[in-house]
């Protein structure tokens, strides 16, 4: 009977923090920092690209053109890497509440996920050292592409197969719990079917233009088009920092009515659809 009640503290701690920290991935401080920097990253390549800062080093030199590379790659993969574990945090939290109370929701785990996430970003560029060819030395103008070494290659495979497989299960897997819930336990089921959407922007934007990276690659396709693939890879994962905040805005209740909370928002907006959504927190 004790540990019954223990148990239940649990749950309710649970759900409590569903509604504090788990309202969105835009929770998580890692993953803002690391969109605020990938922002960052897109102002300057626009800047460049519109000719702002004059000359034509930042396209011709091949030691920029690779510092480049370096930068976008540890960029994009700790961007991939950290929804990835980032999501796979709230499904263990979701799936197991009671372990994830007792062994996961401390400082040390945020730790060892950025610590995690920056490793396997900060290997992932240092791989475009090794195995350089003549090509990639001697290219006159920046094609990030051809910076793009063989062993790279593999573990860019391998990372993006994998991140692909664990988003799918993660998907089921919190789709099936969505199932389980009673229609009374609104809250959660808000946020898990939400998360669900985000997952799928993530798989649509994030994770097939890279397949199509890796499906080239293994089809041995022609420089020119694996370069265009890669341009369409940087599109679209900005694509997906963007898409999710209007559809949360939509589907996701607790988001819709904080964001009408906001200052700029007309009051008689505001008054009109929270009493749509305000249900949701009773």
């Keep these: 009977m004790l540990e019954l009640l223990k148990n239940k503290r649990r749950m309710d701690m649970f759900d409590i923090r569903v509604h504090d920290d788990y309202m969105s991935l835009e929770s998580s401080e890692l993953y803002n920092i690391i969109m605020f920097i990938l922002a960052i990253r897109n102002i300057v ?3 460049a690209n519109l000719c702002v800062f004059n000359g034509d080093w930042f396209f011709t030199s091949t030691d920029i053109c690779l510092v480049r590379s370096i930068i976008d790659i540890i960029i994009f993969t700790s961007f991939e890497m950290a929804y990835v574990t980032e ?27 950025g610590l995690l996430v920056l490793t396997i ?9 090794v195995g350089r060819t003549d090509l990639s030395r001697q290219n006159t103008f920046c094609i990030i592409y051809i910076n793009w070494t063989e062993p790279f290659q593999i573990t860019h495979s391998f990372l993006t197969l994998l ?3 664990l988003a799918i ?9 969505i199932n389980k819930m009673s229609s009374e336990d609104k809250l959660r089921k808000n946020i898990c079917d939400f998360m669900c959407w985000s997952m799928l922007f993530f798989m649509g934007f994030g994770m097939l233009p890279n397949i199509l990276l890796v499906v080239s690659y293994f089809m041995a396709f022609d420089c020119n088009f694996k370069n265009i693939c890669l341009d369409v890879v940087y599109l679209t994962i900005s694509i997906s920092l963007i898409v999710p905040f209007p559809f949360a805005l939509w589907k996701n209740k607790l988001i819709r009515r904080h964001f009408l909370e906001l200052p700029f928002v007309p009051k008689n907006i505001y008054e009109r659809l929270t009493s749509k959504v305000s249900s949701i927190t009773t």
Excluded at 87 to 111: G, H, L
Excluded at 169 to 177: N, S
């Design 87 to 113: 999501i796979v945090i709230f499904s263990i939290s979701v799936v197991y509440p009671v372990f994830f109370m007792k062994n996961m929701d401390n400082i040390k785990t945020k730790i060892f996920s």
């Design 169 to 177: 299960v993660i998907y089921i897997r919190t789709k099936y719990e």
């Design 163 to 165: 991140s692909l497989i």
């Design 121 to 129: 970003s900060i290997f992932s560029g240092l791989m475009l050292l």
């Design 45 to 47: 390549v626009s800047c």
